[in-house]
């Protein structure tokens, strides 16, 4: 599985950003998709995650800034982000997980300053 994440850059607070990841993977559908994210000098934290299902879960830091959506037929997963904070500012991966396999992409970076 090769994931490709996309669409980071500079964002100003109050602005909007789209992330995309695109998947190279058979059998994309089954897998449970997440966005993490890792500050400068912090450990990486789970963002939003997505279950095969279509169902979304938030950290409570994005909850109601973020929006987690996928597209099954074209293999991938997006990460909106409505109303960017500076504290947003990271390098955000995708990551998807199949029972105990996980995968990971190579990170896109998101500044959010004005």
């Known amino acids: 599985v090769q994931l490709q994440a996309s669409g980071g850059g500079l964002v100003q607070p109050g602005g909007s950003l789209r992330l995309s990841c695109a998947a190279s993977a058979v059998g994309f559908n089954r897998f449970d998709m997440a966005w993490y994210r890792q500050a400068p000098g912090k450990e990486r934290e789970l963002v939003a995650s997505i279950t095969s299902g279509g169902i979304a879960d938030y950290a409570d830091s994005v909850k109601g800034r973020f929006a987690i959506s996928r597209d099954n037929a074209g293999s991938a997963v997006y990460l909106q982000l409505h109303s960017p904070k500076p504290e947003d500012t990271a390098v955000y991966y995708c990551?998807?997980?199949?029972?105990?396999?996980?995968?990971w992409g190579q990170g896109t970076l998101v500044t959010v300053s004005s």
């Open positions: 990551n998807a997980q199949y029972y105990v396999f996980s995968w």
